[in-house]
């Protein structure tokens, strides 16, 4: 597991702490990215946030809506089939 990977996998359990154990015991590579991809975009989310002019633009809201269809994949990937 990368840095990226584990750092998003416990920005994950911080959000869904009723998910932690899932979340705790993923191992597969496409979801493994997916908590590395959910890390750098609330990472790029926080920087662009504290530049105004950019806030303006939209882009912070652009990262919102990621890190929302993130979630999504993240949350039906879990849910138990």
């Not at 154990?21 to 493994?32: F, G, K």
């Amino acid at each position: 597991m990368t840095p990226e990977q584990l750092r998003g996998l416990e920005r994950l359990q911080l959000r869904w702490p009723e998910r932690r154990y899932a979340l705790a015991t993923v191992s597969e590579p496409l979801l493994l990215e997916l908590c590395a991809d959910y890390e750098a975009a609330s990472v790029a989310m926080a920087l662009w946030a504290q530049k105004p002019g950019l806030r303006d633009l939209g882009v912070v809201e652009e990262y919102r809506r990621l890190l929302k269809e993130l979630e999504d994949e993240l949350e039906a990937a879990l849910a138990p089939k």
